[in-house]
């Protein structure tokens, strides 16, 4: 069944958006009665003629980037990333969880690490590495390490190897940043200890990634809830 106009109750132009310096979606609060959206008063942004606008005033880029993380989906991923490049894509997040990656002690397999090295920048987009130990509610350790805490030190040697060997299969990729874990907030939950091993385990790690990804924004990622 088509949709009608009458169907839609919100139409977003990224493209548009992004060009005019404004976030593509309104900002959204927690409050006691769950999220609520903010009404941005004062700041009327006029879309037409936006190419000439930004032509005068460079400054409405600012240091906003426009990062999708594409999939499959039902059409294809080829389909699906000429969508986002439509969109006005910068910067696609690849999730790499490590126990993926390193499915022996020591003993690491390439996986998708050639074509991304290939095939983003042949077509100028960076990407953001997700390099996790955590994902969410799930620890990605290796799994003759499940049992050790995070700041162990053989899981802090461990992790800087696994960062090393991504970092030597894509010497072409451009990486815009690198997350240490993804919504790591969900595991740690509110845990002082967990969150000082993992604090440690950071903090061990860190430079090291800085040192193979040096263009790179290091950081870890968490759920709204806990920004």
Same mark, same amino acid.
């Given at each position: 069944?088509?949709?009608?106009?009458?169907?839609?109750?919100?139409?977003?132009?990224?493209?548009?958006?992004?060009?005019?310096?404004?976030?593509? =979606?309104?900002?959204?609060?927690?409050?006691?009665?769950?999220?609520?959206?903010?009404?941005?008063?004062?700041?009327?942004?006029?879309?037409?003629?936006?190419?000439?606008?930004?032509?005068?005033?460079?400054?409405?880029?600012?240091?906003?980037?426009? !990062?999708?993380?594409?999939?499959? !989906?039902?059409?294809?991923?080829?389909?699906?990333?000429?969508?986002?490049?439509?969109?006005?894509?910068?910067?696609?997040?690849?999730? =790499?969880?490590?126990?993926?990656?390193?499915?022996?002690?020591?003993?690491?397999?390439?996986?998708?690490?050639?074509?991304?090295?290939?095939?983003?920048?042949?077509?100028?987009?960076?990407?953001?590495?997700?390099?996790?130990?955590?994902?969410?509610?799930?620890?990605?350790?290796?799994?003759?390490?499940?049992?050790?805490?995070?700041?162990?030190?053989?899981?802090?040697?461990?992790?800087?190897?696994?960062? !090393?060997?991504?970092?030597?299969?894509?010497?072409?990729?451009?990486?815009?940043?690198?997350?240490?874990?993804?919504?790591?907030?969900?595991?740690?939950?509110?845990?002082?200890?967990?969150?000082?091993?993992?604090?440690?385990?950071?903090?061990?790690?860190?430079?090291?990634?800085?040192?193979?990804?040096?263009?790179?924004?290091? !950081?870890?990622?968490?759920?709204?809830?806990?920004?």
């Amino acid at each position: 069944k088509l949709l009608k106009e009458d169907d839609f109750i919100l139409f977003i132009d990224v493209r548009r958006a992004r060009f005019s310096g404004i976030r593509p =979606l309104p900002l959204r609060i927690q409050t006691i009665n769950g999220i609520e959206i903010v009404e941005q008063k004062n700041k009327t942004v006029v879309l037409e003629n936006t190419s000439e606008r930004i032509k005068g005033n460079p400054a409405l880029h600012r240091d906003r980037v426009l !990062g999708i993380n594409v999939s499959e !989906g039902a059409i294809g991923f080829e389909k699906a990333f000429a969508l986002a490049q439509d969109a006005g894509i910068e910067v696609l997040e690849i999730a =790499l969880p490590w126990d993926e990656y390193e499915t022996k002690p020591w003993k690491y397999t390439e996986n998708w690490l050639p074509q991304i090295n290939y095939f983003y920048p042949r077509y100028g987009t960076r990407i953001a590495l997700s390099l996790n130990p955590i994902d969410t509610n799930n620890l990605r350790l290796p799994k003759d390490l499940k049992e050790k805490a995070l700041n162990d030190p053989l899981v802090i040697e461990r992790y800087r190897s696994f960062v !090393g060997f991504v970092a030597s299969k894509l010497p072409d990729a451009k990486v815009f940043y690198v997350a240490i874990g993804n919504e790591v907030d969900v595991t740690l939950g509110t845990s002082e200890q967990r969150w000082r091993e993992y604090t440690e385990f950071y903090r061990a790690v860190a430079p090291f990634v800085e040192e193979k990804f040096p263009q790179a924004v290091i !950081g870890s990622k968490v759920t709204f809830e806990s920004a």
